[in-house]
């Protein structure tokens, strides 16, 4: 059955730390492009950042670019996003997706590209 779940998120202050995972089965994990969303509430989905198949390009919003840093461990099937001096805007409900077939090694942040999405995981920035 293919799943994502998300975890790690949490209540953190101003320039705190979150590393957030997405444990992925069903699929090779490698064979995908994959990302990371996020929403606030009131909010639509965005894009935070993705990594192409195979490993192959990766791309942040630039909200995050210098903060966030995403990667996987190909052998466990884990996507995962190291966030860093977060912000109170950082906060939202973050969720991990796994892009269509047809996505090849370039990745975009579209909320189109992306097929099946976990449930999300919850962090707040706030002193």
């Known amino acids: 059955q293919l799943q994502l779940v998300e975890s790690g998120g949490g209540l953190v202050q101003p320039g705190g730390s979150l590393r957030l995972s997405c444990a992925t089965s069903g699929f090779t994990l490698d064979h995908y492009a994959t990302g990371w969303f996020r929403q606030a509430p009131g909010k639509g989905r965005e894009g935070v950042s993705c990594?192409?198949?195979?490993?192959?390009?990766?791309r942040y919003a630039d909200s995050v670019k210098g903060r966030f840093t995403i990667s996987r461990d190909n052998a466990n099937n884990t996507l995962y996003l190291q966030m860093n001096s977060l912000k109170p805007e950082d906060t939202g409900v973050y969720y991990c997706a796994r892009g269509k077939f047809w996505v090849g090694p370039v990745c975009q942040m579209s909320v189109s590209w992306f097929d099946y999405w976990g449930r999300g995981t919850q962090v707040t920035v706030s002193s």
């Open positions: 990594i192409g198949r195979a490993d192959g390009t990766i």
